[in-house]
């Protein structure tokens, strides 16, 4: 569904903010819910949960004292704990003398130390337990391809129609033989730049040679985020037939004229539908990052090779799913901290870097790409949300996190007022992080 047709385009303003608030109210309920509940469940009562700051709009006191509320200013939420003088869990000493030992257990500052470090380290943990049950539904939902070279619906192509029909099994391509998805997917790489090639298939018990599409077409499978691609307003299904007046007709022939423009306009003959568009797209320098861990830099346009006819798909079965889902858990995290690491050595550009400003228009354009691709970058923001929120910085967790480590090691809590200069300097440094970001997301 295109949740942004819905509305006309003086409207895209207010649904830009709208989408963003529900994602990030989305992330902030999970991250705060852990907080919560692990504070629960070891002893530590809660006396607000709150999803934004500033005034007050809704709120409504549980059975337990807890006051749940929403407040004006959607940018993050928290928990106001027991003994606590703020949201960011500095301790109240004067409510805290006044305290018999018993209420004291029920406050964060008095309770023990293990209690407090599982309270404080349940809100990342918990964004990373709700991506990861996301990523696993999502996927037992869809499906992956099955490990057989059976032909689905076979996408519409401008040099169509082919012999190829759905439920055909592919033995051979150009006459050389395949005997799984992943061999066809190889072999398509080594086949000649024509749009039409000849599949040896088996259908209905008969082996026959049959017409069909180049695998690997110059074909939109997805528009990335913030593309020259998206800007010039392509879409999945698009079929660029031409660049600078050349014909081409596979996905390869495309990347390799983008890379060999180093940055250059370039013009672009798109057939959509049967209709044939002229676009002018400039490429963008990128910095991506790879399989094997590090990034590299490339000029790109923002398009992903789209499948010529849908895999025949199987459904994973839970322990495959979840197998599945950890990888791409670790997968945010571990790209996160290489980016991080890569842009303060200075080797990849610091526009990587989004404010809300950047994630408000992902979340928007990712909604209209369906309601799948909008649940998974959800999962994904949940992840990175929850990872940034461990960096030792007070009053990230990762700070708190760092008190508690101090206090096991010494034997004794850090002094009050150490901790309150520590806080100030950290909240310094995420507001001039939040203030550098939401520059580049203006610049670049």
Known sequence: MDFVGLLPSF??????????????????????????????????????????????????????????????????????????????????????????????????????????ACTVAAGPVFNFIFAFGVFAALIMYDGIPADEPIVGEITELPAGPFELAPGDRILALEGIETETLADFLSLAREMPDEPTLIYTVERDGQIMDVSGPHPQPPLAGTVSLQSAAREAQMQRGDVVTAVDGTEIATFEQLRDKVAASEGRALELQVWRSGETLDLTLVPKSTDLPRAEGGFETRYLIGLTSGTVFEHAQRSPGVFEASSIAAGQVWRVIRTSVEGLYYMVVGQISTCNLSSPIGIAEASVATASDGFFEFVWFIAVLSVAIGFLNLFPIPPLDGGHLVFHAYEAVMRKPAGDKAVQILVTIGLAMVLTLFVFAVFTDLTC
């Open 11 to 116: 409207g895209n303003f207010f649904l830009t903010i709208a989408v963003f608030v529900v994602v990030l109210s989305i992330i902030v309920a999970v991250h705060e819910y852990g907080h919560y509940i692990v504070g629960r469940w070891t002893g530590i009562h809660a006396e607000v949960f709150s999803i934004g700051f500033g005034p007050v709009l809704a709120s409504r006191p549980d059975k337990r004292g807890t006051v749940w509320q929403v407040a004006a200013i959607p940018l993050g939420g928290y928990v106001k704990f027991a003994g606590d003088s703020s949201a960011v869990s500095s301790k109240d000493g004067e409510a805290m003398a006044e305290m018999d030992a018993a209420a004291r257990r029920r406050t964060m500052h008095g309770a023990p130390l293990w209690a407090r």
